[in-house]
């Protein structure tokens, strides 16, 4: 009995602290957005239709996530879903883009469950978010193609860099206590791909971080690829 009280209450405060990080992601993203000049003014009807549309690109996309084994250990996976949240992002702004990131979430969720004890899920919402924000911010900043590569390049960067650090700290070690299994079970499957793992921080910049490059990196390869071809049928932005 105290076991279950002790897993309800672990369970407890991970669903509390994730509400909490989301309410101020949205917020964060909202308040930003309210000091950025010229952006684009749409219909709330017009909004909502281009942000279902993107979150329900994005997550056929996170559905058909894989793993890259000789990176990092298989429960990270790699998918491309944040290029519809760029894509949102970049027409509409952060806030669009923070709503599509957890649209997302939601749908996944519904259509798949989980298979990381919702680590897994929280993780990509707020990694997500940390490279679409600082992105789609600078983007709307400087609205160029220049600006947009730099805004992609600032964005990964945030992304790589959080992502990784809220994996040693919170994410990698609430996933081992959540799943039940020992942190030294982890660490060997990293060391098993990266012999000079030994423990969390090791594992993080060698397994969490090079996959944050890769995956940020392609995504932002990807939105520079399709965003003016895409924004026309998709957007209708010639209207």
Known sequence: MEKLLEQIQQNAAFVLITALI???VAVLARLVERKLPHLRSVTPARRVSIIGICSAIAVVLHILDFPLPFLAP???KLDFSEVPVLLGGFFLGPSAAVAIEGIKILLKLLLKSTST????DFANFFVGCCFALPATVWYHLHK????AIVGLVLGTLSA???GTLFNAVYLLPKFAQLYGIPMDVLIGMGTSIHSSIHGVYSFVALCVAPLNMVKYGVVSLLTMLLYKRV????FRVHE
Not at 117 to 120: E, K, L, R
Not at 144 to 147: D, I, L, P
Not at 231 to 234: E, F, N, Q, R
């Open 22 to 24: 989301i309410v101020a």
């Open 231 to 234: 924004a026309a049928p998709l």
């Open 117 to 120: 004890a919702f680590v897994g």
């Open 160 to 162: 790589s860099v959080i």
């Open 74 to 76: 298989e429960f990270y």
């Open 144 to 147: 160029n193609k220049t600006g």
